[in-house]
């Protein structure tokens, strides 16, 4: 049989199920990240399982996200990630080194291998042909203690690239190209797996930009082949010993297949306020704006900066604009430095920002009031910025370059230089990147630990009848940035649930916290795609520790949907979709039989008994999903399967 890459790939690491789309399946992992948002309760995790080595292959700490230390807590955090990773084994890339998915690019990622990683964006490693995941934090400490991952067999969807891209039009054009036509919220349970001619004209990092915002297609991941371009890559970064070639067979199949012709693809931009409101840039050019930036883990390589270098080049960022540019890596900004890119760009008025995630995930650099901003990121959810009214677009390096110039939405096409090819100066030193003690050095290694830093709290185990005050009804696209929002006021609390709770849907529904805690225990009504973009689990951890016991919508993004089960939190969808319009906020449900049905069936009755009405609800949970309900969440079901 013909196969695709995606298949090959998942067939050698196969370790349980049976590959047919929509099936549950089992898989090695090879390699495992998280940064530091995500990482401490990762770790706290990971310690409470009680295992003394990753089991990995390799293993990574990284610290990206917040690093702007205001007080004890964020260094703290640090801290503890480092001691952390010297005991258990793991590699920690200090701060400043760089955001994780750009540097686990240039120096850790590897054809052929799976990764899984506790950010959305770990598909980013696609563009090197890896099956790379993103996850809640829970299931990179399962994955690091050796267990297998479970996922849905996806579909895999073929994306056929002819043509190249023609002047000053983008790899990010593309992946808005295919968000535009894919929307957000159709991407689950499915692998885009590009192929064709076009895929010779794309570098590793111009093919990491596709694969790093597949993430907002809600796709489990995107791949590019292995061939002589990335062979090239890994011998600029000193690591071709790792190549391999991989691609699909000759003539395999795909579930559907989309056609992309580089040729015609022009400048795109997002539009406020989601990724998918996607226009050429041609249709909204002159609207003003107060700001742009360029970095994040979608556009921070060498050639991103290099281009917008070019294009201001001897000129001067319009009055009306800041300009923020994040190096991706310390690799990228050394590089730049030696290039005279960062040179250009300072002296052309640009904020020269840390190597890190930054503005992307609303640490610092929040523009004005209801002002504009062009950003080279990859989300621009309603806030996300820090500045509430603000409105995000996202564009290419190209556009947002062209754009901070004439202070308004511009076409690149406007200004066309020529694209230089910066990556003959990488400049290779991973001095800021800290290898793992050796084991028998186990005991006598201390893990520092902050006041902020609190054990993980467990769920309690699923009660066999509750009644549940419904404590929010939301829309669709609801995104865990709307759920645990981030910033710098919150992200300090990632390792301490009791104090982050305080926040969850604080924008959306103010109140929601005294509201959970009056009632004891809560559900909650979603619209579609409930829960898409971050890997947060603390957008489930938060709600489970708010004493939420079901989450009903009409359907789920896939890392939230798995974080809710982790937590012990049932993912129901409505039987009877109309069902939605009868239920508000406030309102009491009786569940009756909610384990026995969640045991038994598919269906789970709920009762509001004021009217006698009673509704019933949907699981698609598989024996282990069912065992994690009953159990409350991931953690009690390991201590009940260690202690007999
Ligand atoms: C994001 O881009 O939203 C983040 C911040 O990187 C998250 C992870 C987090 O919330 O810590 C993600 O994408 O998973
Ligand atoms: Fe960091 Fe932004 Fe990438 Fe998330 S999307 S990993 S916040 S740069």
Redesign the pocket.
């Known amino acids: 049989m013909k196969k695709n890459l995606t298949r090959k790939i998942i067939e050698r690491h196969l370790v349980s199920g049976e590959m047919t789309a929509g099936k549950e399946i089992g898989i090695k992992i090879d390699q495992t990240l998280t ?1 530091d ?2 990482g401490t309760m990762v770790y706290l995790q990971f310690e409470a399982i009680g295992i003394k080595r990753v089991r990995t292959e390799l293993s990574v700490s990284y610290v990206d ?1 917040n690093t702007i230390q205001t007080d004890f807590k964020n260094p703290d955090d640090h801290l503890f990630l480092q001691s952390f990773a010297k005991k258990y084994g793991l590699y920690f890339s200090r701060p400043g080194n760089g955001i994780c998915h750009q540097v686990h690019l240039e120096r850790f990622g590897l054809p052929g291998k799976t990764l899984l990683g ?4 770990t598909p980013t490693g696609g563009g090197l042909g890896m099956l790379a995941i ?1 996850a809640g934090g829970l299931d990179i400490a399962c994955a690091m203690a050796g267990a297998p991952f479970t996922l849905t067999m996806p579909k895999v969807i073929g994306i056929h690239l002819t043509g190249a891209l023609q002047p000053m039009c983008s790899a990010k054009d593309v992946i808005l190209e295919l968000l535009r036509r894919c929307t957000v919220k159709n991407g689950v349970g499915k692998v885009f797996e590009y192929y064709g001619e076009g895929v010779k004209t794309l570098s590793v990092p111009q093919r990491a930009t596709i694969t790093n915002m597949g ?1 907002e297609l809600g796709v489990t991941t995107s791949v590019f082949p292995s061939d002589e371009i990335t062979r090239e890559w890994l011998k600029l970064q000193e690591r071709e010993s790792g190549w391999v070639e991989l691609k699909g067979d000759e003539g395999c199949s795909y579930d559907e297949i989309i056609e992309i012709d580089l040729n015609k693809i022009e400048p795109m931009v997002a539009q406020p306020h989601m990724p998918d409101l996607v226009v050429p840039v041609r249709e909204i050019e002159g609207k003003p704006i107060v700001q742009a930036a360029i970095g994040s ?1 979608t556009n921070s390589s060498i050639n991103d900066l290099g281009i917008a270098a070019d294009i201001l080049d001897g000129r001067t960022v319009a009055p009306n604009v800041s300009l923020g540019v994040s190096p991706g890596s310390k690799q990228v900004y050394t590089s730049a430095i030696e290039a005279g890119i960062i040179k250009k760009l300072v002296k052309s008025g640009a904020r020269i920002l840390e190597s890190a ?1 930054g503005p ?2 609303g640490m610092g650099f929040a523009p004005a009031s209801k002002g504009a901003s062009i950003r080279t990121f ?2 621009n959810f309603k806030g ?1 910025s820090g500045t509430a009214d603000a409105e995000i677009y996202l564009a290419s390096p190209e556009t947002a370059a062209a754009s901070a110039l004439f202070g308004c939405i511009t076409d690149p096409r406007k200004v066309p230089v020529k694209m230089t090819d910066y990556t003959s100066k990488t400049e290779i030193n991973d001095n800021m990147i800290i290898p793992p003690a050796p084991a028998d050095k186990f005991d006598s290694l201390e893990i520092i630990r902050g006041p902020n830093i609190k054990p993980c709290p467990k769920a309690v185990p699923a009660p066999a009848e509750f009644e549940a005050e419904i404590l929010i009804k939301t829309g669709d696209n609801i995104t ?2 709307h759920i ?1 929002p ?1 910033g710098t006021r919150v ?1 300090p609390y ?1 390792s301490n649930i009791p104090e982050i709770a305080k926040f969850v849907f604080e924008a959306v529904s103010p109140g929601f916290y005294d509201r959970a805690k009056k009632a004891g225990t809560g559900v909650i009504i979603g619209g579609e795609n409930y829960g898409q ?4 689990e ?1 957008a489930a951890l938060a709600p489970m520790y708010l004493g939420v016991k079901a989450v009903i919508t009409k359907s789920f993004a896939r ?1 939230h949907k798995a974080n809710l089960v982790n937590f012990g939190i049932a993912p129901l969808t409505f039987e009877n979709p109309a069902d939605y319009d009868l239920l508000e906020q406030g309102m009491s449900l009786y569940f009756p039989s909610f384990m026995d049905d969640i045991r038994n069936g598919k269906r789970v009755k709920a009762v509001d008994r004021k009217s006698g009405r009673e509704f019933y609800f949907l699981h698609d949970l598989e024996e282990k999903g069912v065992s994690l309900i009953e159990a409350g969440g991931m953690l009690n079901y390991i201590f009940k399967r260690q202690n007999g």
């Open positions: 940064q948002a995500t996200h506790s950010d959305s964006h993103g993430a883990c995630c992307c995930i990859n989300r996300r865990t940035d645990m981030a992200l990632r973009g971050s890997s947060r603390h890392i």
